[in-house]
């Protein structure tokens, strides 16, 4: 009995730490972007109802949610499992079901052409990858937003602390 708790227990264990490392391969582990931090993503977003906005690895989901709460339809791509159902619950909880949707997926594997505003919060060594990604397959005049890393030579439109728009 003794044996079969402590198995479990390090399954458990082992099944979060593996979600929490596996991203590092992929892209950056989680840290959520703060209060301030995610205000400075709404201001030069500057997006309007029913535009599409996507975060690239959403976390726990809060970028998506205050995007929703702003009447946009916004979407997150996640790869940590625990994340997503996290994200998913606090939508439904916030009944923001109509216009929130986290797919556990890499954002890697998806399409980026429908959206107007893309944000993402990733890491360093994967940012020249995810330039070229984003200039081929988004529209004319799509906003991004990345916190804390920039991208090589793409101009900076417009800045608020270590947050920057892009404009393609
Ligand atoms: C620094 S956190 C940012 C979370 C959220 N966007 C925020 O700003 O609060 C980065 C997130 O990206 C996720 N992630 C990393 N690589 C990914 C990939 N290829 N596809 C989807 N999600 C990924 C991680 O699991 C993590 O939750």
Request: positive net charge; proline residues 2%; glycine residues 8%.
């Amino acid at each position: 009995m003794i044996l079969e708790l402590t198995l479990a227990i390090l399954c458990f264990v082992l099944g979060l730490s593996l979600f929490a490392f596996v991203p590092l391969i992929f892209g950056a582990p989680f840290e959520p972007s703060r209060k301030k931090v995610l205000k400075q993503i709404l201001d030069l977003a500057n997006v309007k109802k029913g535009k599409r906005i996507v975060d690239l690895g959403s976390g726990d989901g809060r970028i998506v949610i205050a995007f929703a709460k702003k009447g946009t339809l916004a979407v997150g791509y996640e790869i940590n499992p625990w994340l997503v159902l996290y994200s998913r619950r606090q939508i439904k909880k916030q009944g923001l079901k109509n216009r929130a949707k986290i797919y556990w997926r890499s954002f890697w594997n998806i399409s980026l052409k429908d959206f107007d505003v893309v944000v993402t919060f990733q890491i360093g060594y994967i940012m020249n990858r995810l330039q070229k990604k984003l200039k081929k397959e988004l529209k004319k005049g799509a906003r991004v937003i990345s916190h804390q890393w920039r991208f090589k030579n793409w101009k900076i439109s417009e800045q608020k602390g270590k947050v920057r728009l892009y404009v393609k």
